[in-house]
């Protein structure tokens, strides 16, 4: 049975740090690609950062509004992705997903997703 199961967020101020993990089980994650998405009140989900599946070095895909604060990594042996999330923002405030792709490559959108973690809340305020 594929599980994603999220951990890490939390409430911080704007400028600090946070790193979310994904833990999975039930597949081999080397083989697939695994999408962080996030939702805030009122707006669509959208996908902010992926890893590939493969061989190391593995691609990344950053949303513009995240690159050079967000960065996706994966540990195989222990089945984690993690996004670590520096300088956050208000904006930064949402629920974060993490979805195992139905395929090694990345995509960002929910369609090419075929299993979901519950959430977690990151809440960025002063």
């Known amino acids: 049975q594929v599980r994603l199961v999220e951990s890490g967020g939390g409430l911080v101020q704007p400028g600090k740090t946070l790193k979310l993990s994904c833990a999975t089980s039930?597949?081999?994650?080397?083989?697939?690609?695994i999408t962080w998405f996030r939702q805030a009140p009122g707006k669509p989900r959208e996908g902010i950062s992926c890893?590939?599946?493969?061989?190391?070095?593995?691609?990344?895909t950053y949303l513009e509004s995240v690159k050079g604060r967000f960065a996706i990594s994966r540990d195989i042996d222990k089945s984690t992705v993690y996004l670590q999330m520096n300088n956050l923002q208000p904006d930064d405030t949402a629920v974060y997903y993490c979805?195992?792709?139905?395929?090694?490559?990345?995509?960002?959108?929910?369609?090419?997703?075929?299993?979901w973690g519950l959430g977690t809340q990151v809440t960025v305020a002063s």
């Open positions: 979805a195992k792709s139905r395929y090694f490559y990345c995509s960002d959108t929910s369609h090419d997703q075929d299993s």
């Open positions: 039930g597949f081999a994650l080397a083989y697939y690609a």
């Open positions: 890893i590939s599946g493969g061989a190391d070095p593995t691609s990344t």
